[in-house]
Structure formats: C-alpha cells, structure tokens
C-alpha cells in the first residue's frame, strides 16, 4: 500500500465512514447477538460468522447507537489492497485526522492482513475498545487463541433465525389464535426453503446473489488464505456436501468420488468449508473418541445454500430442511464455551437427531419430523422409540420431539415423557440454555 499518500488513505476511509453512517439505524432488525457486544470491555469484541450474515450490521448498529467517538476501516476494500502490518499505524493517523480523539476502533474484515493480532494487542494494550469482524472461523478460533490469549470475546453470528425472519416479516411470534398460527406457518415455509441471508429476506435476493456469495466464500475466504491449487474440486466437494445436508460424511468416499489423493486431503478440503462456516459438522455422541470423530453429520449454515445453487440436486425432504433450521438454531442457543450438540445413532437400531450436552453430560434428546402418527406405526416407532432408546443410552430423561404439523402435548412411552412442541413455537422461542 506504499503508493497511497495520506490523502488517499483519508479519502477512502471517509468514504467508508459516510457509507456507515447513511445506515438507518430503525430499519435494522434487532439481533440477539448485539447483547453479547460491550463496548466498555478491555477485551477485543470479536463477531465471527459466514459472510454477510449480517456482522457488520450488528457492530455498526451498536457502535453508532451508542453515541460513542470511533474509528472504522473496512478491509473488505480493493482500495486497501496490498496492505501490510506496517501500514496500520498509517491507517491510525488517517482515523485521527477524519475522526478526532476515540477511543473505539471498529475493524472490518481484518483476517487477511498478515500481523494484525500484533496491532490489536497493542491497540488493546494502549487502552483502545477493540471490535472486530470476520469470516475465516480458522483465523478467529485457533489464531484468536495464540495471538490474543484470552483478550477477546468471541460471538457467533449465524443468518436470521426463524424468529428474526417473522420479525422483519412483521409475522405475529406470540398468539395462539388459529390465523396467527397459520401465518407463522406459512412463514416456516417459505423460510424452508428461502433461508435467512439478511439480503436474501430483507431485499429478495435470489439465486444470482447465493451463487456469488458462495463463490466468494470459496475464492475469497478459502482460496486466497489456504493457497488452493484445485479451486473447481473444492467448489464440486462443496455442492456435494451441500446436496446431501443432514447427512453422514465419508472421507473414504469423497477422495473417490473426487479423485483426491487421499483421505487427508479431503478432510482437509472439507474442514476449509468449515473454517468459512458454509458447513456446519456435529460429531457422533460416544464416549469412545474414534467414533466421535469419524461419525460426522454435516449441514449447511443456512438453507439458501442448498436451494438457491446453479443446477442444484438438493431433496425437498421437509424433515430434513426442517432438521437443519433445529440444528443451526440450537448452535445459536447453546453456550460454546461448555455446552456441544452431537447426533446419537446405534447401528441400524435406532438414532436420534441431536443430544444437547453440558461438559460430559447429555442434557437433552431432540428428535425433529414432519409430523407424529399413531402408536405401532413405523413412523411412531423411529421417533418416539428413538428417545427411548436414546434416554436409556445416555441416563437423559429430558425428551423433546419438534414436529412440523401438530399440537403441543406429552407422549408417555417406554417410562419416558416426550415433550412434543411445534417447530414455529420452538423455533420462536428464544430461551436459550444456561
């Protein structure tokens, strides 16, 4: 970035200022997630999560709501291209002059400057509130760790939730009444198969805008950090995995398929689309860990992904696309720092769709369907029969089955009670775990 002059670099960073601030701050729909940022900590506040999952917007909404004094600079610029860690203090100077005195400095998208944990400690060391964005979970997981050894905060941002979806819909959360119900319903149906990208419900984005955002995960995200060589093997690997959401992953069968030259190697690709968050995993629920880590379900982190592609094969399996609203939400609700989500599955006797646990301890059994029919039907037996089995594997008696179609009632079977919630009524409720 040698050839920018100071003049430069107060141009492009006062336009990125007056671009942030024309944002309508009552427009904007609420987060949950704005709750976790504080603005007053001596830790790096750091929002993490696919891209434009709506990151920037819950930063820039709390940081200009606040009223507070602040320095901003988006990396995600191609101004800002060839920038390096010596040119930080370059870019301070150029916030003090736009801005004045601050003591905020919000950094969009930093993940791909190399040295930027160095800036940002001393930044925090310096007594700077630090808040960053960023879409590699790579970077902001296990760098985060090394770098910055516990000076930050880490908060996950997934795409809106169904609720958040109802909301920016003006879609009743609350009543009972048959037409309010029926309305959240059809709600979950559209959001099935639509999916909560911030541009895709706020503005009908439709499948031209998915397709780049997802080549811009793999090219930008992936490509330019991990140096890919095969960059068309990675976006086939993706679609195959995003085809077959809810599913359980072979390595073995992926470097077959795609003529890898080993199973290293498709683990590696796969835990690429990981780190930039377009796949979630859960592992195995066993206590034996070579089962827990060859057992992997995978899922996609909003359903857009598995609709909205160029020549897409995905099923329209309600159940399924149902299973993956559940899943990503429960990652939403539970607290990372001790609480995990697996999938239990016993041979071919019997599974069950996710086990919430609290350290080493199973603290709840999920079972997700369409719908619930009578006893002795096989329908009744796979899901209702899976929490029993289930409850009696892991000493679990808290039991829930999410239904799409039903009523809210109590299922006595095997000693076991079984909690049965309709899936917009679970989904819009927004306790989350302890």
Known sequence: MNWLTMTDLVHILSDQREELERIKLTEQVSRLEENFLNLKSNVAQVVIGVRRSGKSTICQKTILSSGLPFGYVNFDDERLDGMTAKDFDKILKALYRINGDFNILYLDEAQD???WH???????????????????????????VTYLTGRYNEISLYPFSFYEYCVSKSVDTLSQ????????????????VSGGLPEVVLNNEGKDYVMSLL?????????????IRYIETLQEIANCLLDKYCQEVSFNNIAKEFALNSVHTAKKYVSYLEEAFLIRFIHKYSFKSNERSSGLKAYTVDLAFATNRKDVLTTENIGWRLENIVLIELLRRINRQYQSVFYMKKNNQFEVDFVVCEKNKAIELIQVTHHIEEADTKLYKREVGGLVKGAAMSKCHNLKLIVMEGERTTIHEGGET?????????LCNQERYK
């Open 177 to 192: 009444s048959t037409k309010k119900q029926a309305l959240r319903l059809k709600a979950l149906d559209e959001y099935m």
């Open 113 to 115: 400057i190399k040295g």
């Open 215 to 227: 080549n811009a995960i793999i090219t930008k995200d992936i490509k330019n950090r991990h140096n």
């Open 118 to 144: 160095l800036f940002v400690n001393r930044m925090l060391r310096s007594g700077m509130k630090v808040v960053l964005t960023g879409s590699n979970a790579n970077l902001l997981s296990s760098d985060l």
């Open 418 to 426: 079984i909690q049965v919630m309709s899936a917009s009524d679970w």
